[in-house]
């Protein structure tokens, strides 16, 4: 039987989160660099709980999508319990065409269950439809630990130590991390995940 990853089941569940409920903390300490009329994409968006925070706070300019059907079908749910307006989609990261620029630009630990080649082109194409002055935010599980068996079957781009921020040596970087963190999820044993977390600006000039 084909495995699915664990977050497929509880994406159809409507009644229990996934991953913790809050905002990322990244999205906190840099929310002052964003205006409220910024163009914003998550990619990988899951259940929402980033874009729901920002649509929240007035950010009225959302696009979301994931690869889930499930993910994004609950997302649509709740938006439309919350009165939330964020343009929720079905897409794939491997294959996303930007139709626009971007403000800020985010995704957190999706880039590693896609290819190497992809996701860096990925970023690669981000960093083209950035407004000078624009904002990414970018975690990634790295190959520091080995995959936990949660992710393990799926998780075929992990990323090397420190790669994440060889692709921006032009944008100035405004915050570097790597660290290795416990997880838990419903229905999945503790485990661990390496992260390499990074917040950068375009400049002017790129
Ligand atoms: C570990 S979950 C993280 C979800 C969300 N970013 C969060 O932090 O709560 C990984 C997410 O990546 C999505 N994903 C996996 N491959 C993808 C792809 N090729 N394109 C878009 N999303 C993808 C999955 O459907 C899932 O929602």
Known sequence: ???IPFWEETYRTRDINTFPAEPNGTILEFEH??????????AGCGE????????KN???DIDAFDLSEAGISKLK???EREG???NAFVDDLSKFHFAKSYDLVMTFATLCF???DEWRHFIEDAKE?????GIHIIHTFTNTVPASPDIAPFAVGLADEGEILDLYSEWEVLQFKTYVFDDEHPNVPKHQHAVNKLVARKKASC
């Open 1 to 3: 039987m084909e495995e």
């Open 33 to 42: 660099l964003l205006k409220k009329d910024s163009v914003i994409l998550e």
């Open 48 to 55: 929402g709980q980033n874009v729901r925070y920002l649509a």
């Open 58 to 60: 007035g950010y009225c």
């Open 77 to 79: 749910w709740l938006c």
């Open 84 to 86: 939330l307006n964020i």
């Open 114 to 116: 896609v290819e190497k």
């Open 129 to 133: 439809h950035t407004k000078p002055g």
